[in-house]
């Protein structure tokens, strides 16, 4: 079947509806169209970025990339060596689980031509990422949930794994003891890798997996595999990608928005300095939760931002493999 895509013709006509509303909200000047601004030469690919510092998982991207790979398969390989390490609690096999014990992963992907594919709520299945391309690839859909996704997982050959280690059930139960649900900043928000990439070509692509926030309510989703929310591709322009308390992503559908601020003109940085201004503004008064953004434009330039001190992103290029300190909204 013909893969699906995302809105694929909306994107233009969306910009005009909503990037002026949302410059002017903030009192800034309509910036220029990026079109309008001179040519560079100066293209940094092939190259990776993902959230955290994720070494391991940049290392296998630039891996794909500098032997002449696609961006898309960069990012799904790339995001897989952290859900296959059980030592990483946030994502794949090891996550921590649900209030009730169960381990639940989301993960969406995304290409340079706009097709996109996620799950959501996903048990015993160790690579969600891979699931989620197969949606993308394989059905006219966008994203499965639960059962379905699980069913669908087994009809394509993936193998039913055991999520839930020693560890994580030990943690688990010593949690029930007080069961009580307060995620602490830049442990248990330090749910997701998002990973974007731009391949020799200059083509984008994206991926997002998780297992949430640990002790979530049973059925509870985030942001990581909702298109535009967790994750954001355009290949004219650039990617987006966020890690956090998806909800407050969700409200403000932060990488859709990071990416038409790019598109407007602002730099990766500035788009992603804007993106958190605006979930703190419908925040105000409260600074007890964390947002990271990360982003690429065409060009390869990146950037990334937060609400507090301590969100890191790493990036893989010619010009090295760098772990960066974001700058963040609460002064550190």
């Excluded at 510092?53 to 990012?75: C, H, I, P, Y």
């Excluded at 859709?256 to 940085?269: A, D, N, Y």
Aim: charged share 25%; glycine share 10%; hydrophobic share 35%.
């Amino acid at each position: 079947m013909k893969r699906r895509k995302f809105l694929k013709n909306s994107g233009t006509a969306t910009a005009a509806l909503v990037a002026t509303p949302l410059l002017s909200s903030c009192g800034e000047e309509t910036t220029r169209p990026q079109q309008d601004k001179p040519a560079t030469t100066d293209q940094k690919r092939p190259i990776a970025i993902c959230t955290w510092n994720f070494m391991n998982a940049t290392a296998k991207a630039w891996e794909v990339l500098q032997s002449g790979g696609r961006a898309l398969d960069a990012v799904e390989h790339g995001v897989m060596v952290e859900e296959n390490d059980v030592n990483n609690q946030t994502v794949g096999k090891g996550g921590r689980p649900d209030r009730d014990g169960n381990v639940t992963l989301d993960a969406c992907i995304m290409d340079k031509d706009g097709n996109c594919g996620a799950v959501l709520a996903l048990q015993n299945i160790a690579n969600p990422i891979s699931v989620a391309r197969k949606v993308m690839e394989d059905t006219p859909h966008v994203m499965l949930a639960g059962e379905g996704a699980e069913k669908f997982a087994y009809e394509k050959g993936f193998e039913k794994t055991d999520l839930l280690t020693e560890q994580s059930r030990k943690e688990w139960l010593e949690w029930k003891k007080t069961s009580e649900y307060k995620p602490i900043i830049n442990i248990e928000n330090h749910d997701t890798i998002g990973m974007l990439a731009i391949d020799k070509d200059g083509d984008i692509a994206g991926a997002c997996t998780t297992s949430g926030m640990a002790y979530k309510m049973a059925g509870r989703v985030g942001d990581s595999p909702i298109i535009g929310a967790g994750l954001f591709v355009d290949n004219e322009v650039g990617g987006a990608t966020a890690t956090g308390v998806g909800e407050e992503v969700v409200r403000t559908v932060g990488s859709f928005l990071i990416v038409e601020l790019m598109r407007q003109g602002k730099s990766p940085q500035e788009a992603c300095e804007e993106g958190v201004k605006r979930i703190m503004a419908k925040n105000e008064g409260r600074d007890d939760f964390q947002i990271g953004f990360i982003a690429i434009n065409k060009n390869g330039d990146t950037g990334g931002y937060c609400i507090q001190p301590g969100f890191t992103y790493r990036t893989y290029s010619e010009e090295g493999h760098v772990n960066h300190p974001a700058e963040s909204y609460v002064p550190a």
